[in-house]
């Protein structure tokens, strides 16, 4: 009998409660051409995705859980390595991103799937509860932040359930909240995106300052002028943001 040991270092804690995997693999409303399971262990969520009739590939970096999908799931398309270095275009566009995701990567996955948001169609995923929390928060939170505004530009955000610590093995220090992200109709912002990015970047890692103070290395000086300047960037809804870039860029476009 193959074991597979939850290792620390990967950040695995299995999901132990198959009604809470059913619940998850339940999850992707979409119709998707392509899903794409993260981290599936030993295959209690698998199990129920196997059931749908979408193509399903699973993506595990852990020898020992490789070998146990491969002993107890046959026919299982089963990629080996790491997620974040995995190349989407070969799964071509309407993908679903679903799992109960290591915690070690959480954010690193979400920030993957917004540089894919053109690919990714939907994702249902279990998520430290803080985490999940700072996805789907609203303006004005002090949770709002970076995650918040990128993924909310182009994603409908929305907490599905949240899970108590004895659903795993081993069990974690904390909650857990699933949540699901559906691509909106917003094809590409009315800005120059990348400098959408690099704002809200700059605004959130110095969250406590004003957006005047914090995007000054972008602007170069205090000539630039804004009705935003005087706030914080948890006060900035997407639209807002969205118009600050406009403003910068048409203030960059005149030096």
């Not at 993957?112 to 929390?133: D, H, L, P, T």
């Not at 970076?146 to 899970?163: N, P, R």
């Not at 804004?226 to 118009?243: A, C, I, N, W």
Request: aromatic share 10%; with cysteine; charged share 25%.
């Amino acid at each position: 009998m193959i074991k597979v040991k939850a290792k620390k270092h990967l950040g695995q804690h299995f999901l132990k409660d198959k009604n809470i995997a059913k619940k998850i693999a339940d999850g992707l409303n979409s119709d998707l051409n392509h899903v794409l399971e993260i981290g599936p262990g030993m295959g209690i969520l698998t199990q129920f995705l196997t059931e749908k009739e979408y193509p399903l590939s699973v993506v595990e970096i852990d020898n020992e859980s490789v070998e146990y999908l491969k002993h107890n799931f046959g026919d299982l398309n089963i990629i080996e390595g790491d997620f974040l270095k995995l190349d989407l275009q070969k799964f071509g566009n309407k993908i679903g991103i679903i799992g109960n995701f290591p915690y070690n990567i959480s954010t690193q996955i979400l920030f993957k799937i917004f540089e894919n948001r053109n690919r990714v169609s939907e994702m249902v995923g279990m998520f430290q509860k803080e985490v999940a929390e700072r996805v789907v928060s609203p303006p004005g939170s002090k949770i709002y932040g970076i995650l918040s505004v990128l993924l909310q530009a182009f994603y409908d955000t929305e907490k599905l359930f949240t899970v108590e610590p004895g659903a795993f093995h081993p069990p974690p220090k904390v909650r857990s909240m699933v949540i699901r992200l559906t691509r909106n109709k917003t094809e590409k912002l009315a800005c120059n995106e990348q400098l959408f990015v690099k704002i809200v970047k700059a605004s959130f890692n110095q969250r406590r300052k004003t957006i005047r103070n914090s995007i000054k290395g972008i602007t170069g000086n205090n000539n630039f002028q804004s009705e935003f300047l005087t706030k914080r960037p948890e006060q900035l809804s997407v639209d807002e943001f969205v118009k600050l870039t406009q403003e910068v860029e048409g203030y960059l476009s005149l030096e």
